[in-house]
């Protein structure tokens, strides 16, 4: 049972930076068709950050992990809310 759920782990981490470059890939061929602008769309790309922070911190199984996948999601949100313009923040 527990080399079940290792082969069903292993597929979903290979299925997410897929899902992650086909939704790259629409996005480009939506701006083509003058569909989406992908400057509006591209001040979002720290939800990346954020999605795969979450997915770390719920999955994984050891304590390093975590961390890791929390440190990632407080990244992507403090990047997110400066793209918005919800705060200033200049490193240079």
């Given amino acids: 049972m527990r080399d079940e759920n290792r082969e069903r782990s292993s597929h979903a981490a290979g299925l997410i930076p ?3 470059v086909a939704g ?3 996005l480009f061929l ?3 068709l003058n569909i989406v602008r992908i400057y509006n769309v591209w ?4 939800l990346i950050l954020v999605a795969i922070g979450a997915s770390k911190l719920v999955d994984s199984p050891n ?4 961390v890791a996948g929390g440190i990632m ?3 992507g949100g403090i ?3 400066v793209n918005l313009g919800l705060f200033s923040w200049r490193i240079w």
């Fill in 18 to 20: 897929g899902l992650i």
């Fill in 24 to 26: 790259i890939g629409v």
């Fill in 30 to 32: 939506l701006h083509n």
């Fill in 43 to 46: 001040r979002y790309w720290p």
């Fill in 63 to 66: 304590a390093n992990e975590k």
């Fill in 73 to 75: 999601l407080a990244a």
């Fill in 79 to 81: 990047f997110l809310a």
